[in-house]
């Protein structure tokens, strides 16, 4: 976790899948401000809400409830995401997509699931997961700037 | 969970208006497909031109749907937004559905039947 700077952008929202769709309205109106270019914004939403609904659904689930922390770092060509949930664990092999999707599957084998992983990784950098206590952090990039770092 | 539809010959198109299709209605998305899609003629198009956001878990309410398809019927996507075409794109599920430009094309189409 970056400390001594402070993020662009923090939020506190309950783990729950209402308060994900307010929080998700509240970065876009964060992100309009920054005039990032075409296509980005709704990339960043995307893996916001994979993220943010990962908590509500498995750290949190139905038995427990909690907090969810985002905060959300400026820098030269990317934002910096950290989210922190006070939830269960993630498995081992969580952060990894681990749906191999061939092109000319019949429908009926098709995954209903496991699609948020493949969405998050595709999007995203330096994705990393850490256990700290009681918490979980993740952290991630998203380049905003592609003609610096094309992603 | 705004689900409609209208049969046109041997089609039914289904039209969401909802512009959200995320996990906190993929449930509801899911039941109302299930009833839609329960009895009807052999193909179902689903217009998703007024759905401006999909996840993971809309996605996979979308495939749901897909599946229920019995012997002998197709389930056809038409019209998809920027956002949500990017998501069939990065989990290669474009490559799974027969996605028209939108539901007039559709309808003048013949329906393919999933293999």
Redesign the interface.
């Known amino acids: 976790m970056r400390s001594g700077t402070l993020p662009s952008l923090q939020l506190t929202l309950p783990g729950d899948a209402m308060s994900v769709r307010f929080a998700l309205k509240s970065v876009m109106g964060f992100l309009r401000d920054l005039t990032l270019p075409e296509g980005r914004s709704g990339a960043i939403e995307l893996v916001l809400a994979e993220v943010l609904n990962n908590i509500t659904e498995h750290a949190y689930g139905e038995t427990m409830c909690g907090v969810i922390e985002l905060r959300i770092f400026r820098m030269q060509n990317r934002l910096h995401f950290v989210v922190l949930d006070d939830g269960l664990p993630m498995p081992e092999d969580a952060p990894n997509p681990n749906i191999q999707l061939e092109p000319a599957r019949a429908p009926s084998t098709l995954p209903e699931g496991g699609f948020g992983w493949m969405l998050i990784s595709e999007l995203t950098n330096g994705l990393s997961y850490a256990r700290t206590g009681n918490r979980n952090v993740l952290e991630f990039d998203i380049t905003i700037d592609q003609t610096v770092q094309p992603h | 969970m705004n689900l409609t539809f209208q049969d046109l010959g041997n089609t039914r198109l289904i039209v969401a208006g909802e512009p959200?299709i995320?996990?906190?209605v993929a449930i509801q998305f899911k039941d109302r497909m299930r009833e839609i899609m329960d009895a009807g003629p052999e193909r179902f198009i689903l217009d998703m031109s007024a759905v401006d956001?999909l996840?993971?878990?809309g996605?996979?309410?979308v495939?749901?749907a897909?599946?229920q398809?019995g012997a002998g019927k197709t389930?056809e996507l038409a019209e998809l937004t920027?956002?949500v075409k990017?998501?069939f794109a990065?989990?290669?599920?474009d490559?799974?559905f027969r996605i028209h430009p939108n539901a007039q094309a559709a309808l003048e189409t013949e329906p393919t039947h999933?293999?």
């Open positions: 959200r995320d996990a906190a956001f996840d993971s878990s996605l996979g309410a495939v749901a897909m599946k398809v389930f920027p956002a990017k998501v990065l989990t290669r599920m490559t799974v999933a293999p």
